[in-house]
Every structure is written in C-alpha cells, then in structure tokens.
T-cell receptor, first 116, second 111 residues
Framework: NAGVTQTPKFRILKIGQSMTLQCTQDMNHNYMYWYRQDPGMGLKLIYYSVGAGITDKGEVPNGYNVSRSTTEDFPLRLELAAPSQTSVYFC???????????????FGDGTRLSIL | GQNIDQPTEMTATEGAIVQINCTYQTSGFNGLFWYQQHAGEAPTFLSYNVLDGLEEKGRFSSFLSRSKGYSYLLLKELQMKDSASYLCAAGTGGGYNKLIFGAGTRLAVHP
C-alpha cells in the first residue's frame, strides 16, 4: 500500500537554487494538491490539479510552479529558492466527488525543506 | 474572507472525554473535515460532516451546525496515543475538494 509517495524527505537549499519536489500516487485519484505547513500554522494550499493537464492556483502560489502530465504524478517546482519558502511540504490526493458526497484527502509523509 | 478558528492547545486525562471546537467562515462551504496529525508526521483523515448533526466513528465523533458555522470533534476513552494535533478543515471550491485548514489544536493526554 504505497498511497502518496513524496521525495525527497529532507533537503537543504541555498538561496536562489531551484529544485523539484516529487509526488506520486498509486490510487488512481483524479485530484491532487500541494500544501505547505509552517510551524504552528495550518496547511496552506499552494496548487491543485483535478486531472492530467489541468492545474490551478491555491492560496499561496507565488514562487512555485506545478505540472500534471499523468494521473499519478504531480511535481512541485521552486525556481528561485527564498528563505520564506522554508517549510514542510505535503502532497495529497483524493477521488473526485460523486453524488454530493465528499472525498477525504490522503497525504504523503512530507518534504522538510530548509533554504539557507 | 476565509477564517477557521480552533483552540491552540488542550490537555486531558487518559480515559476521559475531550471536545475540540472549531468555528469557520468560508465561502462555498460544502463540508467540514477533521484530521489528526502526530508530530513530524502527515495528517490522517478522521471524520467529516456534510449535513448538520453528529457522525460517530468508534471513539471519535464529529458534529456540525452549518447555520452557526460550528463544528466539534469529540474524543472518548482517551489514550496516550491520542496526543496529537487535530486539524479542522472546511471544504470549499465546489466539487474540487479544496480545503481551508485551521492552525490545529495540540492535545496532550496525561496519565
């Protein structure tokens, strides 16, 4: 039962460097999400996707980019790392809603990113 | 604007009952979710409510009043392993399951 898998688990970047956080899910979920969680704060939605080729901005998209070329993968790209992007990043996925019911999101274990 | 409020910290005794409250003001509200998050780990889904009333799942129950913008999570027969943060999240954004999270309530269970 892999579920949602995120890599890497930890990373230290220098200011101005770029990197891609990987996320893959094996549950055939249509919807995928990226969140960041700062200490003592709730999760903030960065970007989300409702299917391959479709992405949209969440609450805090600035400084990030995403793509969704397959149902399984939803990578998050940081182009010019800044200290304000030091955070824990969580990827999540869910089924599409059907018949008025809601579907819970399933989370990966997170990537702990420090920008120095 | 979008706003979710829940207490920052709570303490309780093993075997007792604790109620964690959550109030919300969000546009496009379509349901209220509760997640548990142990320190350094991912959030895990506990319960959700779409309609007013109580949903019971074993030791955990969740209540929703849409007219009051209010929900609570009730934990019974507390165990030490229930020490964690409990995140209240309002569903919004139509059918896309977008969630607005509160900052979480850190629950400490003592012997």
């Amino acid at each position: 039962n892999a579920g949602v898998t995120q890599t890497p688990k930890f990373r230290i970047l220098k200011i101005g460097q770029s990197m891609t956080l990987q996320c893959t899910q094996d549950m055939n979920h249509n919807y995928m999400y990226w969140y960041r969680q700062d200490p003592g704060m709730g999760l903030k939605l960065i970007y989300y996707s409702v299917g391959a080729g479709i992405t949209d901005k969440g609450e805090v998209p600035n400084g990030y980019n995403v793509s969704r070329s397959t149902t399984e993968d939803f990578p998050l790209r940081l182009e010019l790392a800044a200290p304000s992007q030091t955070s824990v990043y969580f990827c999540a996925s869910s089924r599409a809603n059907r018949g008025g019911g809601l579907q819970p999101q399933h989370f990966g274990d997170g990537t702990r990113l420090s920008i120095l | 604007g979008q706003n979710i409020d829940q207490p920052t910290e709570m303490t309780a005794t093993e075997g007792a009952i604790v109620q964690i409250n959550c109030t919300y003001q969000t546009s496009g509200f379509n349901g209220l979710f509760w997640y548990q998050q142990h320190a350094g780990e991912a959030p895990t889904f506990l319960s959700y409510n779409v309609l007013d009333g109580l949903e019971e799942k074993g030791r955990f129950s969740s209540f929703l009043s849409r007219s009051k913008g209010y929900s609570y999570l009730l934990l019974k027969e507390l165990q030490m392993k229930d020490s964690a943060s409990y995140l209240c999240a309002a569903g919004t954004g139509g059918g896309y399951n977008k969630l607005i999270f509160g900052a979480g309530t850190r629950l400490a269970v003592h012997p």
